[in-house]
């Protein structure tokens, strides 16, 4: 067993931080996080912290830079005041989706981001819904990888969807699409879609039949949209009455909130790895769902060094 339990916040999604104090009933640590006029952070953990069993949580969100360089302060700050143990909490892992050579000479960033964080100081990660999973073995540390699938099933059984067909936007994410589609007792569709450039995605084709049926479309990142909604669109010809749609990670840059509002998706579940607070006043579309409760029942189970994958079971 560590020393005491603390968790620290940056500030990324303060109100998530807040969230997880309130499930775990316990004051979150002291830290003072600010800007020089030059852009350098500073960061000063105000409490004692020798041999305690510290969690930083900070999703690498927008401003993605400024909040990972954020976090690395915080985890070297923690590591040099004496932390017996530092847990890099981190609900959206940025950089991700560059995490493997496709293309001649382009970096692979998801194991830079590894490779730093790990030099920080983390002794372990807790993350949720990678973009691939397979990210977890950039890491030199024990990595927890948590899945926000308990929370979507619970909010798509409450939607009592009759002739539930669930859709995979591309090939990669078949996987969370049908192991969701199984749980739920639904078909599963999948789209063909092609690249042709960063946030531009072309669909080809809809495998399976999607005609007069209520369809959920299933993604992990939900960013500039462009993916959706012309999925949305292809769903449509298709003959699909009702669209929905469900996202692990709402980034939603640049022109998302737009696009959402103005296609024919119904809703759009998307839990608040990322903060949505001011996301939600442009959109009605968008229903949040808050990861805190498996976040901070994660954290409980490291710190009591029980056992984490039981929560999935």
Same mark, same amino acid.
Request: net charge negative; proline share 5%; charged share 25%.
């Given at each position: 067993?560590?020393?005491?339990?603390? @968790?620290?916040?940056?500030? *990324?999604? !303060?109100? &998530?931080?807040?969230? /997880?104090?309130?499930?775990?009933?316990? $004051? %979150?640590?002291?830290?003072?996080?600010?800007?020089?006029?030059?852009?350098?952070?500073?960061?000063?953990?105000?409490?004692?912290?020798?041999?305690?069993?510290?969690?930083?949580?900070?999703?690498?969100?927008?401003?993605?830079?400024?909040?990972?360089?954020?976090?690395?302060?915080?985890?070297?700050?923690?590591?040099?005041?004496?932390?017996?143990?530092?847990?890099?909490?981190?609900?959206?892992?940025?950089?991700?989706?560059?995490?493997?050579?496709?293309?001649?000479?382009?970096?692979?960033?998801?194991?830079?981001?590894?490779?730093?964080?790990?030099?920080?100081?983390?002794?372990?990660?807790?993350?949720?819904?990678?973009?691939?999973?397979?990210?977890?073995?950039?890491?030199?540390?024990? @990595?927890?990888?948590?899945? *926000?699938? !308990?929370? &979507?099933?619970?909010? /798509?059984?409450?939607?009592?969807?009759? $002739? %539930?067909?669930?859709?995979?936007?591309?090939?990669?994410?078949?996987?969370?699409?049908?192991?969701?589609?199984?749980?739920?007792?639904?078909?599963?569709?999948?789209?063909?879609?092609?690249?042709?450039?960063?946030?531009?995605?072309?669909?080809?084709?809809?495998?399976?039949?999607?005609?007069?049926?209520?369809?959920?479309?299933?993604?992990?990142?939900?960013?500039?949209?462009?993916?959706?909604?012309?999925?949305?669109?292809?769903?449509?010809?298709?003959?699909?009455?009702?669209?929905?749609?469900?996202?692990?990670?709402?980034?939603?840059?640049?022109?998302?909130?737009?696009?959402?509002?103005?296609?024919?998706?119904?809703?759009?579940?998307?839990?608040?790895?990322?903060?949505?607070?001011?996301?939600?006043?442009?959109?009605?579309?968008?229903?949040?769902?808050?990861?805190?409760?498996?976040?901070?029942?994660?954290?409980?189970?490291?710190?009591?060094?029980?056992?984490?994958?039981?929560?999935?079971?």
């Amino acid at each position: 067993m560590y020393g005491e339990l603390k @968790v620290f916040g940056g500030r *990324a999604h !303060p109100e &998530l931080v807040r969230e /997880i104090g309130d499930y775990l009933n316990l $004051d %979150l640590g002291e830290v003072e996080a600010f800007n020089f006029s030059d852009g350098e952070i500073f960061c000063q953990i105000d409490e004692n912290v020798r041999g305690s069993d510290a969690f930083v949580i900070q999703p690498t969100c927008t401003p993605v830079n400024e909040n990972l360089m954020e976090l690395l302060i915080l985890l070297d700050a923690l590591k040099r005041s004496s932390a017996s143990r530092v847990t890099a909490v981190i609900p959206y892992y940025g950089y991700a989706r560059q995490d493997k050579k496709d293309r001649p000479r382009v970096p692979i960033t998801a194991k830079l981001v590894a490779d730093l964080i790990s030099a920080a100081g983390a002794d372990r990660i807790l993350t949720m819904d990678l973009h691939a999973s397979q990210i977890q073995g950039f890491f030199d540390v024990p @990595v927890d990888h948590l899945f *926000a699938a !308990p929370v &979507l099933l619970e909010a /798509i059984r409450e939607l009592e969807i009759p $002739d %539930l067909m669930i859709v995979s936007p591309d090939a990669g994410g078949v996987e969370r699409a049908r192991a969701i589609a199984k749980r739920l007792g639904a078909g599963l569709a999948i789209v063909d879609k092609r690249r042709e450039a960063p946030n531009q995605a072309k669909v080809m084709h809809v495998i399976g039949d999607v005609k007069h049926r209520s369809v959920l479309l299933i993604d992990d990142i939900i960013d500039t949209a462009g993916t959706l909604t012309s999925t949305v669109e292809a769903l449509q010809e298709n003959g699909a009455d009702r669209i929905l749609a469900a996202g692990i990670h709402g980034v939603l840059s640049g022109p998302a909130l737009g696009r959402i509002q103005g296609c024919p998706l119904e809703k759009v579940l998307v839990t608040d790895t990322t903060p949505l607070e001011e996301k939600l006043k442009q959109c009605d579309k968008l229903t949040p769902l808050s990861v805190a409760p498996i976040l901070g029942e994660a954290i409980r189970r490291i710190h009591e060094n029980s056992s984490v994958s039981s929560l999935f079971v």
